[in-house]
C-alpha cells in the first residue's frame, strides 16, 4: 500500500520556504549548532511549526543540503567514466570536501550520518559514500591509489579537511593537494 502525500497549502508551504531560508542563514552564521528556537522566531513561525516540518534538525539539514548532494552523487557516477581514475577521484573529493563545508559543523554532521540509518541525512550520506567507494575502487584497480585505503577512511580524511578549513579558510585546495600526495601507490 502507497500513501500518497497531498500537496502543502499555501501557508503551509510559505512557513516551509521561510524555515528553509531562515535555517540557510542561521547555519551559515552560526554553524549547524544554531538554535532551531531562533530560526523558527526568525521566520516568524512556532517551533511546533518547525518540528512539523521538520522533525529533527537531521531533517532541516537534509532540505537544505538534499540537492547538493544528489549533484554530488551525479558528479561522481558520471566521473565513473572518465580516463584518468586519479584526476576523477581529486575532483569529487574536492568537490566532496567543498560540499561538506558549507557550514560549520557540517562536517562532522555529515561524517556522524554515515552510520546512523535512522537519520534523515542518512540516504543522502551514504550515496555518496557509495559513489566514494567506487571511485576510489577504480583508482585502485588502475595502481594509481594504495590498495589498502578504504573508503570511509578516506571520507573522513576529508570530511577533517573541510572541517580544518572552517580553521583556516581558503585551506581545502593545498590540503587536498597533501593528502592525495600521500595517498597515491
Sequence with gaps: ????????????????????AEAEAAFRE???????EEIARSAGVGIGTLYRHFPTRDALLEALL??????????????????????????????FAKSSNRYQGLPASVMATLNDEDSRLYASCHAMREVGEQLLARAQQAGEVRPDLLASELLLLVAS???????????????LTLLVEGIWS
Design 1 to 20: 500500500m502507497t500513501t500518497e502525500r497531498r500537496p502543502m497549502r499555501a501557508d503551509a508551504r510559505r512557513n516551509y520556504e521561510r524555515l528553509l
Design 30 to 36: 552560526r554553524g549547524t549548532d544554531a538554535s532551531l
Design 66 to 95: 538534499h540537492d547538493r548532494f544528489a549533484t554530488l552523487c551525479e558528479m561522481g557516477a558520471d566521473l565513473l567514466g572518465a580516463k584518468s581514475p586519479r584526476t576523477a577521484l581529486v575532483s569529487w573529493l574536492r568537490e
Design 161 to 175: 579537511i573541510s572541517w580544518a578549513n572552517e580553521h583556516s579558510p581558503n585551506s581545502i585546495d593545498r590540503f
